[in-house]
């Protein structure tokens, strides 16, 4: 009796255990296949959690832009470099295909490369860095790269993502199924940051964000990596022609504790920058992970250092005043 009791209760837990998988395992699964589609849609370019899709978006559907200059590197660029005020001091045609650092891990210059695809080659292409962004991309998958990733590229390289770095991938993908599911509870529009971005061609930073302080201290996530300048030396090498200069510029930094070492970067890079590297007051930076973004209402100053580092090399291009 005892036996058969044992017999019935093994089988019952089997079961309920059978059913416990089904319904944890099955919806992450449901969800594994869903969140590419919802994120190929327009509800999500415009209505997700997410913002900044129309900056993900911008160098691969722009066609017929044909800039003279065309700025491409991280986030420091992204928040820091106004296109429109660069033409009206320069005379040229600007645009600004930075993206997001996390996504740059992920896609490398793929956003570059699909811009120049639909448009003419430029006459010159700056490639603005942080000091501590020089080194090659690491691979890193992640949630802004991900989106990326579904809204623009090919199944080939998303599968070989997903065997390289299973873990990564798996994360960054229940991460975005939850935010998705999370603005459908409690829809969240950002429609007044995308015009932002769609009136001014860079991602401003509002002031309603800490700033940075005399005290601070370049955080330890920016490591100083042995490879510093291969990927803008690659991107000269991959970019660089008859029809097209590519120069790499190095973004103006907090003057803020820890910097020693950056200091050698910028006086042995190579290639060698087209500015003297800044280092400027904190306070015009906010206090975020990047340590290299500059708020919204001083813009137009690392706006102004770039336009001064391009004037020779813009001059030539125009002709005579």
């Known amino acids: 009796m005892r036996t058969e009791t044992r017999s019935a209760a093994g ?81 040229v045609s600007v645009v600004n295909l930075s993206p997001i650092v996390r996504s740059l891990f992920m896609m490398r210059d793929k956003p570059l490369a699909a811009y120049l695809k639909h448009n003419k080659p430029p006459k010159l292409i700056v490639i603005y860095l942080a000091v501590w962004q020089t080194e090659m991309p690491r691979e890193e998958a992640s949630t802004d790269g991900l989106i990326v990733m579904m809204r623009h590229d090919n199944a080939a390289d998303a599968l070989g993502w997903a065997l390289r770095h299973p873990v990564g991938m798996l994360n960054a993908d229940i991460y975005l199924g939850n935010l998705i599911l ?13 015009a932002a971005w769609n009136k001014h061609g860079f991602l401003p930073y509002p002031g309603v964000l800490p700033h940075l302080t005399a005290s601070c201290v370049i955080g330890p996530q920016h490591h100083l990596a042995r490879d510093f300048g291969a990927w803008p030396q690659l991107m000269v090498k991959r970019y660089q022609s ?80």
């Not at 255990?17 to 919802?38: D, Q, S």
């Not at 700025?71 to 660029?77: C, H």
């Not at 999370?182 to 995308?194: D, E, S």
Request: net charge negative.
């Open 242 to 321: 008859a029809q097209t200069d590519v120069v790499l510029y190095l973004a103006p930094a907090p003057d803020c504790k820890g910097l020693g070492e950056y200091y050698r970067v910028a006086d042995n890079i190579q290639p060698r920058p087209i500015n003297q590297w800044q280092v400027l007051d904190p306070n015009l930076f906010l206090d975020d992970i990047a340590d290299a973004h500059p708020e919204e209402r001083f813009v137009p100053i690392t706006t102004q250092l770039l336009i001064d580092s391009l004037r020779p090399l813009i001059s030539p291009v125009r002709g005579p005043a």
């Open 182 to 194: 999370g603005n459908l509870r409690q829809p969240v529009t950002m429609a007044g940051h995308n």
């Open 11 to 91: 089988k019952f837990n089997a079961k309920a255990l059978k059913l416990y998988c089904a319904f944890m395992i099955l919806p992450c699964v449901a969800v594994l296949f869903l969140v590419p589609l919802v994120v190929d849609t327009y509800w999500f370019a415009n209505n997700a959690y997410f913002n900044w899709v129309p900056v993900r978006d911008y160098p691969y559907e722009v066609t017929g832009a044909n800039a003279d200059v065309v700025i491409f590197g991280d986030s420091s660029a992204l928040a820091g470099v106004d296109p429109l005020l660069m033409q009206q001091q320069l005379g």
